[in-house]
């Protein structure tokens, strides 16, 4: 089974509509990550879970919404979303020790969404 | 501000030898990362430097220097499956991790 998950691979949604994007890790990390790269552009951090906990919300606007129900599962909700916010959004996960991001992160391979 | 800079694309024959540099200016350093992703795939770790130095793994090897804020990824014997993005990303002072926007690299036969 591959260490981090992400559901749907691909995503297409209208400005209107709600979906939610999955990531599951099974490496027994402590920490997760979700992250937005866009094209040309370097990986943009958007929010970071340290045991289930949000200590990372880097101005990510509202429509935007992370979840962590426990530490080997993510979910990013999403409402109301713009054509700029199409983009692949990667999640990440890594052992986290006391308040440093210093171990590896390993990544998901990624949702590509395009909001129409 | 922070900033990393790397080429944005690089061609290189099947067989050669490629250096993909990587500069950068940040609030401390904690450590420099590299990352391969091939297109639609997951970015995967290929080294990390926290010391100057070369750190050979296989065909690949990173160096560092942190007086001159450089590091580059050499990668030698290169292969078609080569062909992908590399990342650089730098851990600041506050453990923040600090991204490039990534090398494309094109392995020609």
């Known amino acids: 089974e591959t260490g981090v998950t992400q559901t749907p691979r691909h995503l297409v949604m209208g400005m209107t509509n709600k979906k939610s994007l999955k990531c599951e890790q099974h490496?027994?990390?402590?920490?997760m990550y979700w992250y937005k790269q866009s094209a040309k552009k370097p990986l943009e951090l958007m929010f970071v879970y340290s045991l289930e906990e949000r200590v990372e919300n880097n101005s990510v606007p509202s429509r935007f919404s992370p979840e962590c129900p426990n530490s080997s599962h993510l979910f990013l909700h999403l409402h109301t979303l713009q054509p700029e916010d199409s983009a692949l959004y990667l999640c990440?996960?890594?052992?986290?020790?006391?308040?440093?991001?210093?171990?590896?992160?390993?990544f998901g391979p990624g949702t590509r969404l395009t909001v129409l | 501000g922070q900033n990393i800079d790397q080429p944005t694309e690089m061609t290189a024959t099947e067989g050669a030898i490629v250096q993909i540099n990587c500069t950068y200016q940040?609030?401390?350093?904690?450590?420099l990362f590299w990352y391969q992703q091939h297109a639609g795939e997951a970015p995967t770790f290929l080294s990390y430097?926290?010391l100057d130095g070369l750190e050979e793994k296989g065909r690949f090897s990173s160096f560092l220097s942190r007086s001159k804020g450089y590091s580059y990824l050499l990668l030698k014997e290169l292969q078609m499956k080569d062909s992908a993005s590399y990342l650089c990303a730098v851990l600041d002072s506050n453990y923040q991790l600090i991204w490039g926007a990534g090398t494309k690299l094109i392995i020609k036969p």
């Open positions: 990440a996960s890594s052992h986290l020790s006391g308040q440093r991001y210093t171990d590896t992160q390993y």
């Open positions: 490496l027994g990390h402590n920490a």
């Open positions: 940040t609030s401390g350093f904690n450590g």
């Open positions: 430097n926290v």
